[in-house]
């Protein structure tokens, strides 16, 4: 019966823009990785066909531990269901079961320029202070294109820092085009207008990232219990005149942010957030109606991802449906990239 329902789906999905987002499972998934990214995946689900892929080969751009890299693409799978991806809907898989990915990548490789990569500002960020870096560090975006293009993908959301990225893979697509025929869809870089830079509760001049979470004060976890929230929020940098209301003043990051978080989880225009706030007493209070719409708005997916963590057996069956789906779709593509480019394949030595 679920199956019935996903193709009558699929059906209606061929008239909708396709979308492809990709997150790595590495580090603790915090507030910023929900309203920036999950948050909008999810309402996004019924106007068009997205395709949600945990990004685990990414994530071997530098060292991780085994089975901990195991453990964390398991707990990100869980989260993103429990944050509300319906697999009636959308297509959820882990990168690393769709081997199609790395042999697109592979094609791709052979017919980008170095100098492309060279210039990506993420890798001179990432490299700046090692001594020695992978090769899969530099070539990160072309397996990023790979990831986009397999699905005639129209739409990337992404965030500042990664538009980039997804500029390269409309160079790389239309190179490939330009030699070898009418082969990908040129997708578009998406950033959303709110949510897509949640900053450090302790630094708000900084992005709230995954890779800072462990910091005390930096980051609300997904999975935080409500006291640690609440303390967390109550640490938050702000300045020292009690406004509360947004502006373009640096001095006043650290109250954007938070006045920007409740936007998101309420869903309120600007003019009806700071009416909300307009009899506060001071940042107490924006402090404490921050911590209760975040515990609120929390709640219901730490119950979920409870659920869903206690029958592992359900989620293995999850993910390899979606990676069968994904297949469905990336295997195909990648015959058509073999093809143009004179790979052998199946039958077609003897014509």
Not at 310 to 318: Q, V
């Amino acid at each position: 019966m679920m199956e019935d329902k996903f193709n009558a789906v699929s059906n209606t999905a061929k008239l909708k823009k396709r979308v492809f987002s990709g997150v790595q499972p590495s580090g603790d998934v915090q507030l910023g990785n929900y309203l920036g990214a999950f948050k909008q995946w999810v309402q996004g689900q019924q106007e068009k066909e997205n395709f949600f892929c945990i990004v685990d080969m990414h994530a071997l751009t530098v060292y991780q531990e085994p089975a901990k890299l195991l453990e964390q693409t398991k707990m990100l799978a869980a989260l993103l269901f429990a944050s509300g991806i319906d697999p009636n809907r959308s297509t959820l898989f882990v990168q690393s079961q769709v081997t199609a990915h790395a042999e697109a990548c592979w094609i791709l490789n052979c017919m980008t320029p170095i100098g492309w990569l060279e210039r990506m500002t993420q890798y001179k960020d990432k490299s700046l202070n090692q001594e020695r870096v992978s090769v899969g560090l530099l070539d990160y975006p072309v397996l990023m294109a790979g990831d986009i293009l397999l699905y005639d993908t129209n739409e990337v959301p992404v965030g500042e820092d990664q538009k980039q990225h997804v500029e390269l893979s409309r160079d790389i697509a239309q190179r490939f085009n330009r030699i070898y025929g009418d082969t990908f869809v040129i997708p578009e870089p998406v950033i959303p207008e709110v949510g897509a830079r949640i900053m450090g509760l302790d630094n708000p001049l900084i992005k709230m990232s995954k890779s800072h979470a462990h910091i005390k004060g930096h980051a609300i976890r997904l999975l935080d219990d409500d006291k640690e929230i609440e303390r967390t929020i109550k640490r938050a940098v702000t300045d020292s005149d009690n406004v509360i209301q947004f502006s373009r003043e640096p001095e006043k990051a650290g109250v954007n942010n938070l006045l920007g978080i409740y936007k998101v989880i309420t869903g309120r225009t600007i003019n009806q957030v700071e009416s909300d706030f307009q009899d506060a007493r001071g940042y107490g209070d924006l402090k404490a109606r921050v911590s209760e719409v975040v515990i609120e708005e929390l709640q219901p997916i730490k119950k979920k991802y409870s659920e869903i963590m206690d029958d592992s057996s359900e989620l293995d069956r999850l993910l390899i449906r979606g990676a069968e789906r994904a297949r469905s779709y990336a295997d195909p593509k990648l015959m058509d990239i073999k093809e143009r480019v004179g790979l052998v394949l199946p039958g077609n030595l003897v014509k």
